[in-house]
């Protein structure tokens, strides 16, 4: 499944990756995660507080969108998955889908901020600052719910995945190139 372009968005603890990877593993495409390549961008870098985070996260942004691109440019296809947040990510976004054939799959839940606090607990990568983000959490997911013009769908990711993972694939597999 060459040249085609599935974008994993939603907000933080929302299955996300999980879905992406799966995803990936059932249309046999890479996946590019935004939080691989924060993680792995802060290797040389001592800890820093939130605004640190958020400029890592920025430069990680910059380095998900350029390999996508390149990707992309070779006719090849990707699964990449973000906390893309509207207004911030759509040109960007809409210019990777002037490319390829593109879907947008949005998970949700109402559990993310818990989901989020039982990750936080356990610990994860020092970039990501958990304890920083809980204390913003406004419990808001709008900004996460990207739309950039191409075919979306959204999964409840609750328990499972609403729709099933069978629907979703073949979501992704019936992508076209969106009309300009």
């Given at each position: 499944?060459?040249?085609?372009?599935?974008?994993?968005?939603?907000?933080?603890?929302?299955?996300?990756?999980?879905?992406?990877?799966?995803?990936?593993?059932?249309?046999?495409?890479?996946?590019?995660?935004?939080?691989?390549?924060?993680?792995?961008?802060?290797?040389?870098?001592?800890?820093?507080?939130?605004?640190?985070?958020?400029?890592?996260?920025?430069?990680?942004?910059?380095?998900l969108?350029?390999?996508?691109?390149?990707?992309?440019?070779?006719?090849?296809?990707?699964?990449?998955?973000?906390?893309?947040?509207?207004?911030?990510?759509?040109?960007?976004?809409?210019?990777?889908?002037?490319?390829?054939?593109?879907?947008?799959?949005?998970?949700?839940?109402?559990?993310?901020?818990?989901?989020?606090?039982?990750?936080?607990?356990?610990?994860?990568?020092?970039?990501?600052?958990?304890d920083?983000?809980?204390?913003?959490?406004?419990?808001d997911?709008?900004?996460?719910?990207?739309?950039?013009?191409?075919p979306?769908?959204?999964?409840?990711?609750?328990?499972g995945?609403?729709?099933?993972?069978?629907?979703?694939?073949?979501?992704?597999?019936?992508a076209?190139?969106?009309?300009?």
């Amino acid at each position: 499944m060459s040249g085609r372009l599935v974008i994993v968005a939603g907000a933080p603890a929302t299955g996300k990756t999980t879905l992406a990877q799966a995803l990936g593993a059932s249309l046999g495409l890479p996946v590019i995660t935004k939080d691989d390549i924060k993680e792995a961008l802060a290797v040389p870098f001592a800890t820093g507080d939130r605004d640190w985070s958020r400029q890592l996260g920025v430069a990680a942004y910059s380095v998900l969108f350029v390999v996508a691109e390149r990707i992309l440019a070779e006719g090849h296809g990707l699964v990449l998955e973000s906390n893309f947040r509207r207004g911030i990510s759509d040109k960007p976004l809409q210019s990777l889908a002037a490319r390829a054939a593109t879907v947008v799959i949005v998970c949700r839940t109402p559990k993310a901020r818990d989901r989020y606090a039982e990750r936080a607990a356990i610990g994860r990568h020092r970039v990501h600052v958990d304890d920083a983000v809980l204390a913003e959490w406004n419990g808001d997911e709008a900004e996460f719910q990207i739309d950039i013009g191409t075919p979306r769908l959204i999964v409840d990711t609750t328990d499972g995945y609403a729709p099933g993972m069978e629907h979703i694939v073949a979501f992704a597999q019936n992508a076209t190139v969106a009309p300009r």
